[in-house]
């Protein structure tokens, strides 16, 4: 099991950015593929974007492709979502997720671990 807190969510501008950070507990980070999800009020969890465990292979939903980057960084057990142009319709609460076997998958039911969330409020 390994525990995932989120943190760097808040209100922004449209047109703004924001870092998402999720801090992993563990010595096993290294070797998840870890992913975001975003769900807003009234919407299904939704994927956003993957990364392998080695940050080899990325994967990213075609609304935020070219906007939203994930990265990682394995020395400090910590996953990365950077957020630029923000829209309003990326507004919704951020979960990062651990897959601690297989690779990149988009499917929310793949992952087994799961952060409480980060709030993104993004205004017109």
């Known amino acids: 099991q390994v525990q995932l807190v989120e943190s760097g969510g808040g209100l922004v501008q449209a047109g703004g950015s924001l870092r998402l950070s999720c801090a992993a507990s563990?010595?096993?980070?290294?070797?998840?593929?870890m992913s975001w999800f975003r769900q807003a009020p009234g919407k299904e969890r939704e994927f956003v974007a993957a990364?392998?465990?080695?940050?080899?292979?990325?994967s990213y939903a075609d609304s935020v492709k070219g906007r939203f980057t994930i990265s990682r960084d394995n020395a400090k057990n910590t996953l990365y979502l950077q957020l630029n142009s923000l829209k309003p319709e990326d507004t919704a609460v951020y979960y990062c997720?651990?897959?601690?076997?297989?690779?990149?998958?988009?499917?929310?039911?793949?992952?087994?671990?799961w952060g409480q969330g980060t709030q993104v409020t993004v205004s017109s």
């Open positions: 990364i392998s465990w080695n940050g080899g292979t990325t």
């Open positions: 563990g010595r096993t980070f290294s070797s998840y593929t």
């Open positions: 997720a651990a897959r601690t076997w297989g690779g990149i998958s988009r499917d929310r039911n793949s992952y087994n671990n």
